[in-house]
């Protein structure tokens, strides 16, 4: 099962990739880390990019096209993957499908986070996460239980992304508005773009996005972000599939959890009674 996670940033796409690739044994490929991983690396391509990552803007297409084709080439990249911030252009989008078709493969799903710009600006301005495990926090809506020490892992150290300011967030939005939105309709003409509001929970989009993957209908959600239409292309694809969707029956189960509303408080104790007595009468 082979994905694309579409949104702007401080949409969620990255900690919801990590979720899918556990629950779904896909790889996580964001291109956002890779090209930090260059800089902080100091190679050529480092190098390169830095300033322009630094300022909020889009690295050249084609370095980008190139850092993940070579990924996808990997073996580690057949169990299928979950791209996170790729494409960001339609270019990178044409050259996608390029390399993908020339592996006999398709994308199944492409899914858009649907968040609203005001809020992102404050969720991806107050963000950090820890040195050592990289687990996520925020200096409003979700601090260490205890200052200054990770949940997960007790490290002391934390580190802060220089583009995750609220100067550059704001040409990163626009970047995203201007040269990655255009491709959504790229994406709904192929009948492959779904959506989830990425406003809710986290565990409320990790959900949307697993009845997705899952085959089911997304949830008919209050925001207009809802249901989208159902991709008409999930039938002909290549191996790793099948250990995907082997994961497909949890979503149903957990759509049940409206079984909570119990008004039959009263009716159930009264049939109580009777059922008391028996086993008393057999001790
Ligand atoms: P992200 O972690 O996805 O928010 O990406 C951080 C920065 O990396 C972006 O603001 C861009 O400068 C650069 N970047 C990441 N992915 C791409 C891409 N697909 N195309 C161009 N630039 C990218």
Known sequence: MDIVLLGPPGAGKGTQAKRLEDKYGLVQLSTGDMLRAAVASGSELGGKVRAIMDAGELVPDDLVIQLISERIARPDARKGFILDGFPRTTKQAEALDKMLADKGLKLDHVIEMKVDDAQLVDRISGR????????????????????????????????????????????????????????????????????????AGINDVTAALSRILDGGAARPAPSPAGAVVRPAKRAAKPAARASARTKSKPARAKAKPVRKPAPKARPKRAKKRPIKRRSKTKV
């Open 128 to 199: 950090f996460t820890c040195a050592t495990c990289g687990a996520g926090y925020h200096d409003r809506n979700h601090k260490p239980k205890v200052e200054g020490v990770c949940d997960r892992c007790g490290s002391h150290q934390f580190v802060r992304r220089p583009d995750d300011n609220a100067e550059t967030v704001k040409k990163r939005l626009a970047a995203y508005h201007s040269q990655t939105a255009p491709i959504l309709p790229y994406y709904r003409a192929k009948g492959l773009l779904q959506s989830v509001d990425g406003m």
